[in-house]
């Protein structure tokens, strides 16, 4: 039951998140653009000087993500091609990610080293967690504990990265003349659903360590 109490909430937040993203995702593409999410994010890019970042078409739905290490916005076909204000939110900001990358943005850039740290944690932490609890081994189970945190400092770290990414998007778009003001809150409608998704996240991770340690605890008094 305490479990439910820190898993819950957060999860359903992430459920209603997901949601939010693909209604407004939905809506906000039946309000057309005078040019596509790839025309968009490279007239964002080259005015900006970085003319040596690439933008591809990838498969996928809301696939879109910006690649640091190959310096390359990859977008899923929808956004790619769509002549609406869902696809230049989402691609401009993907452009806002290689704007960071090139300025040095320093969340961006712990963020990056946190990667490997995140993947390795949420997968082994967890399950020395449970190797732990069944051995009774509290020593292997605060490293279990240890290693999953990595997780939760991705996440709070994550969520400067994407808000400044949103609003880099916001207002270059406007600043750049590819959208007028009135057409702006179109595009936060997109980026302000995407938002939520990067919040449950964080508080999910944020829960799901609290409750780790709730039994750690527990089981020492």
Not at 78 to 100: I, P
Not at 132 to 158: C, D, E, R, T, Y
């Amino acid at each position: 039951m305490i479990y439910f109490l820190f898993v819950l909430p957060p999860f359903l937040l992430g459920l209603y998140a997901q949601w939010k993203v693909k209604s407004s995702f939905a809506a906000m593409s039946q309000v057309p653009a005078r040019m596509s999410g790839a025309e968009a994010a490279r007239r964002m890019l080259d005015a900006a000087g970085l003319q040596s970042v690439g933008i591809e078409q990838v498969p996928g739905h809301l696939s879109d993500h910006y690649d640091p290490r190959h310096k390359v916005l990859r977008l899923s076909q929808d956004v790619y091609s769509g002549h609406n204000m869902a696809a230049l939110g989402v691609a401009c900001h993907e452009a806002g990610h290689a704007f960071q990358d090139a300025q040095s943005y320093a969340p961006l850039v712990v963020r990056n080293m946190a990667v490997p740290a995140a993947n390795f944690g949420s997968g082994i932490g967890a399950t020395l967690l449970f190797i732990g609890a069944i051995m009774s081994f509290p020593g292997l189970m605060w490293i279990g504990v240890i290693l999953f945190s990595a997780v939760v400092v991705f996440q709070v770290v994550n969520l400067p990265v994407e808000f400044n990414a949103s609003s880099r998007a916001r207002q270059h778009l406007v600043d750049y003349g590819l959208i007028t003001m009135q057409e702006e809150q179109y595009v936060a409608k997109v980026l302000n659903a995407a938002a939520l998704t990067y919040v449950a996240a964080t508080l999910q991770s944020i829960m799901t360590l609290a409750y780790y340690l709730l039994i750690l605890t527990g089981r020492r008094d």
